[in-house]
């Protein structure tokens, strides 16, 4: 059955809107969480968490020099506790192999300043956990991580005035990753910030 002449002239124009609105669509989805999200995820702790950092760190160290879970694939985390404990992960991007935060990377640790200064999370202290995917050398990937974290932090603190006294950070590099059926997946780079006290 022909389509009517006016449907005929419309078909381009609406599928030339469908083009342009499709990548808008896809552009929005990859936006980080606005900071309402972030305080949303952030609030709810019910008890002081018991989670120390130095002892996670150590965790993580040791079972690196153990050579205990060597192959990445479905390793289990480091601390498990972590992901029940409310908390965000976070697509900050740094130079390769590096510590420094690329520019637009700010635009996202400025929202999270804004959820941490939300009146919901004043009281709260928060552990900024960083990480890496699954690639090059597993102490070097650990030490990254830690470097990375407290580049975050840093930047909370010193451009955006955070209390220091606030922020905790401990880099887990592949010992904990987000996505452990895809060790190298990019997914595995993101930074998470937890509520722990």
Not at 39 to 46: C, D, K, P, T, Y
Not at 77 to 92: E, F, G, K, M, Y
Not at 118 to 130: E, K, Q
């Amino acid at each position: 059955m022909p389509l009517p002449d006016i449907a005929r002239r419309l078909l381009p124009l609406m599928v030339g809107l469908l083009m342009v609105a499709w990548p808008v669509r896809l552009a929005w989805s990859q936006e980080a969480p606005t900071t309402e999200a972030m305080v949303s995820a952030l609030v709810g702790l019910e008890a002081p968490s018991d989670l120390e950092v130095p002892v996670l760190r150590q965790q993580a160290t040791d079972r690196l020099k153990s050579k205990a879970d060597a192959i990445a694939l479905k390793r289990p985390p480091v601390s498990a506790q972590l992901n029940r404990l409310p908390h965000l992960n976070v697509d900050i991007r740094f130079n390769p192999d590096t510590p420094v935060i690329r520019p637009e990377s700010y635009r996202a640790i400025g929202r999270i300043a804004d959820a941490l200064t939300n009146p919901a999370l004043m009281s709260s202290t928060f552990l900024i956990v960083g990480r890496t995917e699954s690639t090059g050398r597993r102490d070097n990937n650990l030490m990254l991580s830690q470097r990375r974290a407290e580049a975050i932090r840093d930047a909370l603190v010193t451009t955006f005035r955070i209390s220091s006294k606030r922020l905790l950070a401990v880099g887990l590099g592949e010992e904990q990753l987000l996505d452990a059926d895809h060790p190298k997946s990019a997914a595995n780079q993101q930074s998470t910030i937890v509520t722990v006290k």
